[in-house]
C-alpha cells in the first residue's frame, strides 16, 4: 500500500478507535485474531466434509434395495458432505491468504467494515 492509502486509512480508524476507546493497534490485533478463527471454523468445515464424505461412502455401497435406516444415514451424510465440500471450494482462495497472510487480510477486513460503516 502507498503512503497517502496507509494515511487515509489512519483518518478512517481515527472516528472508530476514539468511539471505542482503544488504540488503532489494538483494531488490528482483533481483526489479525479474528482471522485465525476464520481459518479454524474453515478447517472445522474441511474435517466435517472428510467424516461425512467417509460415512457417506461406506455406507453407500452397504445399502439395500429397500430403505432402512443404514440408507437414512446415508442420504443425510451425503448431503452434509455435498455442502460441506461446497463451502470448502468457495471460500478454499480466502483461506489460504488468511492463513499465509493474516495481516493483510485483517487490513481488508477492517477496509470493508469501516466502508460499509460510511
Do not use: H
Request: hydrophobic letters at 55%; glycine letters at 6%.
Amino acid at each position: 500500500m502507498n503512503k497517502e492509502a496507509i494515511q487515509e486509512l489512519g483518518k478512517m480508524l481515527k472516528p472508530l478507535t476514539e468511539k471505542l476507546g482503544v488504540a488503532a493497534e489494538q483494531v488490528f490485533e482483533w481483526a489479525i485474531r479474528q482471522n485465525y478463527v476464520y481459518v479454524i471454523s474453515d478447517l472445522i468445515v474441511l474435517v466435517i466434509a472428510i467424516i461425512s464424505g467417509a460415512i457417506f461412502f461406506k455406507t453407500y455401497k452397504d445399502i439395500k434395495v429397500e430403505p432402512d435406516m443404514l440408507g437414512v444415514v446415508s442420504v443425510i451424510s451425503g448431503m452434509i458432505f455435498a455442502v460441506a465440500i461446497f463451502a470448502c471450494f468457495v471460500g478454499f482462495s480466502t483461506f489460504i491468504a488468511r492463513l499465509v497472510n493474516p495481516e493483510w487480510m485483517a487490513l481488508q477486513d477492517i477496509i470493508s467494515a469501516l466502508k460499509l460503516g460510511k
